[in-house]
């Protein structure tokens, strides 16, 4: 039986979901943690009895390290990241990959010259549910798609934004957007991963309800390089929050999902429905991480990490790549563009 790999963490805020993940992970096993914050640094060493770095140039250098995954702020996504690819560690960089997608250019540049694995967290792709819609909607079960709709109804507090750990949050140059890329990114990359790129966006965006420099609330039109339409809405402001909802109409029918599970699926023979609805309908467990931010599930990450032994491996890319995940980014960059020019923009425009 191979040798498991050793991963190390570096940013103990989402990062500590990480190493949860890498525990429960096959073939891999926890080996190293990095945060400047000596505070958390202690505490995660203490929590899963491993090395622990306060020096990022310190983690680069051991050499038991073979995958770092990457959780910093996430305009610091590419940074780190080429540094590890350069230092001959494979990575997984957290949602979104980068900010612009000229960082994730050079970042894809860094990873193909260097020659390691490279794999992006977007845990909502391997779902159960949001498989099966996958499976329905590649095989023409729905049709022709014609409406996208999604809505992100969430809630963050103004201590979110705050504090050692917050203050680059809701900021442009170190968190890209606010409701949009920081929460909403999952329901972006989602949209797309089911329904096709987005060839253009009109968008609006503005900030309602906190102190940030970034947008609080969303608002977008789609159009599908399929030819669909579609609405995209995200705030951090909803009081009450509420689950992530997407509704998609195709020709031959169409369903709703709300958190984690289907409000209805109107597909196929009655027995599929039944069936459908038994598996992933109102008996799912409620979505919790509208208002909380670290109530999310490490299943997700668990199987990325797994996915990511294997590749290595395997030498085979991951399951989801850098360029897999670049069009969430170029899609929410296409919104910011056009609220601040009042012009609808090509999503495509942004990759030249």
Known sequence: MPKDLNFAVVGL???MHHCKAICAAKGAQLAAVCDHDEERLGEAVKEYDVKG???WADLLKDP???VINVCVESGKHSDFAMAAAKAGKHVIVEKPVEITPARIRKLRDT???TGVTCGVIFQSRFE???????KAIDKGKMGSLFGVHACLPWFRADSYYSGAHGSW?????LDGGGSLMNQGIHTVDLIQWLAGPVEEVCGFHGVFNHDIE???QTVAILRFASGALGTLYTTTCAIPDGAQRIHIYGSKGSFCKQGPGLEFWELGTPKERQRMMERFGANQAADTAGADPMAIGSDGHVIIIEDMVKAIRQKREPAITIESATHAVEIANAIFKSGKTGKAVKVAGLRK
């Open 13 to 15: 805020g989402m990062g």
């Open 53 to 55: 770095y306060l020096r």
């Open 64 to 66: 038991e390290v073979d």
């Open 111 to 113: 990873i193909d010259k």
């Open 128 to 134: 159960p549910c949001n498989i099966a819609i996958k």
């Open 169 to 173: 949050k809701g900021t442009w140059k």
């Open 214 to 216: 970034t947008e609080d």
